[in-house]
């Protein structure tokens, strides 16, 4: 059985009669492949990216799990419909608080035509691609079981300023979220979501590692899905937070040169998590605490 | 007495009647003062930055050292003009090689107009600035006395691809460069100049780091002056090789977010000037040499 995935916060959504990914109930994604050319550009780049010798392991988990190409029913009713199968990346997850960032200073690439860099760049200065080298594209905070999750819609997304990202990704980490509050958020969940050895944080570290050196893949308006468990949190256990790389429609081959578009908008992302960890210490430290 | 600096690769230069840069006796760099903004922020910045406790010592060594300004008669005989008086960077070398690195995938910034922003966009595109997140902007490289320096016009090395950025960062530390030759550049020198513990690329690396964590410049337009003394070095001495920022017209306020966009470029060309040290150490392997 087919359905729409439900933690979806980003890009095109099945409802309403529009084409849009599905899921079922093995912990399977189906992207539609887009008639335009993209669909075919992620999926060739699936395809070499699953076989490529070059990839460090451990870079591998960063990435969804691809499992080949399916005909499906196409959510918009347009009858069958190749699909590129992927991992679903919230099937184990109970309530997971999921923010898409999409990286880059630019989303456009060099060989694009004037057309689509000049539509990119607008958006791109529209929102903080240019300034923060990323952009918060979509995201859902659970709060709690009685006010469900925070999910601003996408236009409210897109009106994102430098401050409402720095406040957002505080609030993804905070217990004293609530929708229209201009509570400072707490950060309370932080040193167990950004921080430690399994954290948020050092996941994008060893992300970066590899971007300084790698030379293969250029990741073009690209996005960097960060998500946890916020029940499992909830519920005083560990929860697992992942960082995942999605949205290859647009990534061109390297060709000995670095992908620094990409890296710098992660340095930045880092910068700001980084911060989000420093300030608890020196709230803790202010405090008397031992605990961050 | 007041001179034109010899050495100068880009820029205004003080000849034929225009606007440009002196020099004197004493080790002093006078900069005219633009009257179209550029110099003025440009002084600013120096006046800004000279005071700011919050850049590290080690950090402050990559900058021209700043000794104020002086009323001088301009270069083009316009008359007084008031000069930005600066460290002159190769006062005490003989016969050095030099790059002019401008870094970053833009040169531009957000807050700039539509038709500037085009302006750059235009050039960037045109140049290795978006593939590379730099451009040579200029260069001069001693050869030896009877053919004196490669130094190619302004047009040559505006119309670099790629490929001649990769060939000129051999050629700059090679001994078989001769004008138009064809010869596969030997990197005799990179593992003095661009390797050790003072070599280039520990000082890009030392940079590096101040840019994944200082938040208070956005440094756009800005270029790294790449030198070393190419007399030394072939007289069998150690040549000193130094890495300056320069060229601060277009700097603003970091207000808390890295400068992703410089850092992206940084780490671009740190790549290129890792790989060539370690094609040489790869070659010494196979050759069976333990020099380098």
């Given at each position: 059985?087919?359905?729409?995935?439900?933690?979806?916060?980003?890009?095109?959504?099945?409802?309403?009669?529009?084409?849009?990914?599905?899921?079922?109930?093995?912990?399977?994604?189906?992207?539609?492949?887009?008639?335009?050319?993209?669909?075919?550009?992620?999926?060739?780049?699936?395809?070499?990216?699953?076989?490529?010798?070059?990839?460090p392991?451990?870079i591998?988990?960063?990435?969804?799990?691809f499992?080949?190409?399916?005909?499906?029913?196409?959510?918009?009713g347009?009858?069958?419909?190749p699909?590129?199968?992927?991992?679903?990346?919230?099937?184990?997850?109970?309530?997971?608080?999921?923010?898409?960032?999409?990286?880059?200073?630019?989303?456009?690439?060099?060989?694009a035509?004037?057309?689509?860099?000049?539509?990119?760049?607008?958006?791109?200065?529209?929102?903080?691609?240019v300034?923060?080298?990323?952009?918060?594209a979509?995201?859902?905070?659970y709060?709690?079981?009685?006010?469900?999750?925070?999910?601003?819609?996408?236009?409210?997304v897109?009106s994102?300023?430098?401050?409402?990202?720095?406040?957002?990704?505080?609030k993804f980490?905070?217990?004293?979220?609530?929708?229209?509050?201009d509570?400072?958020?707490d950060?309370?969940?932080?040193?167990?979501?950004?921080?430690?050895?399994?954290?948020?944080?050092?996941?994008?570290?060893?992300?970066k590692?590899?971007?300084?050196d790698?030379?293969?893949y250029?990741?073009?308006?690209?996005?960097?899905?960060?998500?946890?468990?916020?029940?499992?949190?909830?519920?005083?256990?560990?929860?697992?937070?992942?960082?995942?790389?999605?949205?290859?429609?647009?990534?061109l081959?390297g060709?000995?040169?670095i992908?620094?578009?990409?890296?710098?908008?992660?340095?930045?992302?880092?910068?700001?998590?980084?911060?989000?960890l420093?300030?608890?210490?020196e709230?803790?430290?202010?405090?008397?605490?031992?605990?961050?």
């Amino acid at each position: 059985m087919f359905k729409v995935p439900e933690h979806q916060v980003a890009g095109h959504i099945a409802i309403d009669g529009k084409l849009g990914p599905l899921i079922d109930d093995s912990g399977r994604f189906y992207k539609p492949l887009q008639d335009d050319g993209r669909g075919s550009k992620e999926l060739n780049f699936y395809k070499s990216f699953s076989s490529d010798i070059r990839v460090p392991d451990n870079i591998r988990k960063f990435f969804p799990v691809f499992y080949g190409t399916q005909l499906l029913e196409a959510s918009d009713g347009s009858g069958l419909l190749p699909h590129i199968i992927l991992q679903d990346l919230t099937s184990d997850r109970l309530n997971p608080s999921i923010m898409d960032v999409k990286i880059g200073s630019r989303t456009w690439y060099p060989e694009a035509s004037d057309a689509y860099i000049q539509k990119c760049l607008e958006k791109d200065r529209a929102t903080t691609t240019v300034s923060l080298g990323f952009r918060i594209a979509g995201l859902q905070i659970y709060e709690s079981k009685e006010s469900g999750f925070w999910k601003p819609a996408r236009k409210e997304v897109q009106s994102f300023t430098v401050d409402s990202v720095r406040s957002v990704l505080r609030k993804f980490v905070s217990s004293n979220v609530s929708v229209g509050s201009d509570v400072n958020p707490d950060c309370s969940f932080a040193s167990r979501v950004y921080g430690g050895s399994a954290g948020i944080l050092e996941q994008l570290l060893e992300l970066k590692e590899w971007f300084e050196d790698q030379t293969l893949y250029h990741f073009h308006s690209c996005s960097l899905l960060i998500l946890f468990d916020k029940q499992s949190l909830l519920e005083g256990r560990t929860p697992v937070a992942e960082v995942k790389l999605i949205d290859f429609a647009h990534v061109l081959e390297g060709k000995g040169i670095i992908d620094h578009n990409f890296l710098g908008g992660l340095c930045s992302l880092i910068k700001f998590v980084s911060e989000i960890l420093s300030s608890l210490k020196e709230s803790s430290i202010k405090s008397g605490s031992t605990e961050s």
